[in-house]
């Protein structure tokens, strides 16, 4: 009996820690997100150069926009798919609601969105996640390292197209796709191929092909701006081109990024991995296991 006294104390610390955590966490990101959308750039800066963490200044986990008509390949695509209206905009929301296609979860069913069973959120989902992501430049590359599942996006700048045809049925699909960058001017246009059919678009689940093409324009507007566009071209799954919404993301202070003395993208409370083995552990521990012991 002392042992399961024991155990469940120190369960009950470790859970007010980690929601003291939580609460600390996005309060100090509330505080951080009334300094950057009222932050005001500067013309002096490269427009070339997206060295920083940045985190995107509103909360939106779709393309912002009303998605054109599915074909029938599309809307077989999203049956079974229950998705949720969290992190969408009301008028999306709202929408999705009367949208045939469109399942959401509520009335004791619950989303069964994959990043929901560990599994990842895949591209473009985890761009438009409202968690800090930095870009790396290279000569040959561009790299953006997301603190959301300590993820790692290649956009390869040294010449070479998005892959296509026999070359990309070769490769397969990808949870974050193939991508192919340029600068276009002070633009960089950055395609992706090749993407994996299982990752849901966004949160209400609608679908992208494998087929499918996703074009990004970056544009850096000021010394603390990046504004980004994306299209999906998917003739399979949509009836026209899916322009999105701009997403302006705000460069992130060293302030923003420093906990207990230590800075940068993964200086946070939490890795945001989730981890099959973390969770089983966790449950076993805390609550399988105790109801398992015989009664004394």
């Not at 859970?15 to 509330?30: E, F, P, R, T």
């Not at 940068?264 to 399988?288: D, Q, R, T, W």
Request: aromatic share 10%.
């Amino acid at each position: 009996m002392r042992n399961r006294f024991t155990i469940a104390i120190a369960i009950l610390v470790i859970v007010s820690l980690a929601l003291a955590g939580q609460a600390y966490a996005q309060g100090d990101k509330d505080k951080f997100k009334e300094r950057y959308e009222n932050a005001v750039g500067t013309k002096d800066f490269d427009p070339h150069d997206f060295t920083g963490i940045w985190e995107m200044t509103v909360l939106d986990h779709t393309l912002g926009t009303t998605p054109p008509a599915l074909t029938p390949a599309g809307i077989a695509a999203m049956k079974g798919r229950v998705g949720d209206t969290p992190g969408v905009p009301r008028p999306l929301a709202e929408a999705a609601r009367t949208a045939s296609e469109v399942h959401l979860a509520g009335n004791g069913v619950d989303s069964n969105a994959p990043w929901l069973q560990c599994n990842p959120m895949g591209f473009p989902r985890l761009m438009m996640d409202d968690e800090p992501m930095e870009f790396i430049m290279t000569k040959d590359k561009i790299l953006q390292v997301f603190q959301w599942e300590h993820r790692i996006r290649y956009l390869w700048t040294d010449g070479r197209q998005a892959p296509s045809g026999e070359n990309l049925e070769n490769l397969g699909p990808a949870w974050y796709g193939h991508s192919a960058g340029k600068w276009d001017g002070n633009t960089l246009v950055v395609n992706t191929v090749g993407m994996e059919e299982r990752a849901w678009l966004d949160n209400l689940g609608y679908p992208k092909s494998f087929h499918a093409r996703i074009e990004e324009k970056w544009t850096r507007t000021d010394s603390v701006t990046i504004q980004l566009e994306m299209t999906l071209y998917d003739p399979q799954y949509y009836t026209a081109p899916w322009i999105s919404s701009k997403k302006i993301f705000k460069k992130m202070p060293d302030d923003a990024i420093s906990y207990f003395g230590w800075s940068g993208l993964f200086a946070g409370i939490s890795e945001g991995i989730c981890a099959p083995m973390n969770e089983v552990e966790g449950y076993n521990k805390g609550f399988h296991d105790l109801a398992k012991e015989p009664k004394k």
